[in-house]
């Protein structure tokens, strides 16, 4: 498999798959030339993202997403799909995921979440570090709970939204898709699709 991305995502990626079984790295996949080399972890950067197809040729047809913002991670699952990359799903061994959670392609559990019973994670979700999320919650696909975030039960997040560090979500709460929640925020009411939200209570802010 190769590794798409070389920032900072892409070393918690690396570490993650260090204690993944039956996995065997290549390297990863940056964007630009001249990065060749480069160690991310202990995996070299050894090709670019226009050269993917040349790997997939090659027999290298698993791919790991380590891309953090929303909207290019969601470009970059779809351009993988089209070349016939099967996208791992990776659940950190520190990680506590209930045996009934539903998993999407290509979803990638951080060190410390909790994924309580019932959960539906859809494609491509990151759930990042210590991040909580209790019974029945529904995440869209794209989407990325940040570190320290809790959703309380039966909470909606929309796809491509992003829910800062340490947000708290109230019960039941729906938020809408490509939306922003600010980190820290405690999020009593429903939000809208497209809108940047913070505060405590989380308000909308433009």
């Known amino acids: 498999m190769i590794i798409i991305g070389a920032g900072g995502h892409a070393r ?3 570490r993650l798959l260090e204690s993944t079984p039956d996995v065997e790295v290549v390297g990863v996949a940056d964007m630009v030339e001249n990065n060749h080399g480069e160690m991310i972890g202990k995996y070299p950067i050894v090709t670019t993202l226009d050269h993917l197809p040349e790997w997939f040729e090659k027999g290298v047809v698993h791919a790991a997403l380590a891309v953090g913002d929303n909207n290019n991670r969601a470009d970059m699952f ?10 791992l799903t990776l659940i950190h061994p520190a990680a506590l995921v209930d045996a009934d959670v539903q998993l999407g392609e290509g979803v990638v559990i951080c060190a410390g979440a909790i994924l309580c019973t019932q959960v539906k994670v859809g494609d491509n979700v990151l759930i990042n570090t210590g991040a909580i999320i209790d019974h029945e919650c529904v995440v869209a696909s794209h989407a990325h709970i940040g570190p320290g975030s809790r959703l309380a039960g039966r909470v909606s997040i929309g796809e491509r939204t992003f829910v800062g560090i340490g947000a708290t979500v109230k019960e039941k709460i729906i938020i809408g898709a490509r939306s922003v929640i600010g ?22 802010q433009r």
């Not at 779809?78 to 996208?87: E, Q, S, V």
């Not at 925020?185 to 909308?204: L, M, Q």
């Open 12 to 14: 918690v990626i690396a």
């Open 183 to 204: 980190a820290g925020s405690v999020v009593v009411r429903p939000i809208p699709d497209d809108v940047i939200a913070y505060g405590v209570p989380a308000v909308v």
């Open 78 to 87: 779809y351009k993988l799909k089209d070349i016939g990359f099967h996208i």
